[in-house]
């Protein structure tokens, strides 16, 4: 998910806002993946909502496996 998270911060868009990539926890990596990732706005506020930084992750990760298949 880091790995995620520097490949969105170079984007050019992205890049514009200067974001700090050094992520220590959990919760600021689901945070900024939340906030960064381009999905449906009632998703991402969904997201941005909880108070539980490892569901935030774990929707975030069956959201991305979504995508893959």
Avoid: C, W
């Amino acid at each position: 998910m880091k790995t995620l998270l520097l490949q969105l911060l170079d984007h050019p868009h992205i890049a514009r806002l200067k974001l700090d990539p050094v992520v220590e926890d959990m919760g600021t990596l689901g945070y900024l993946l939340a906030q960064l990732l381009p999905i449906e706005e009632n998703f991402k506020f969904e997201l941005l909502k909880m108070t539980q930084p490892v569901l935030r992750m774990e929707r975030l990760m069956a959201l991305l496996e979504q995508y893959s298949q």
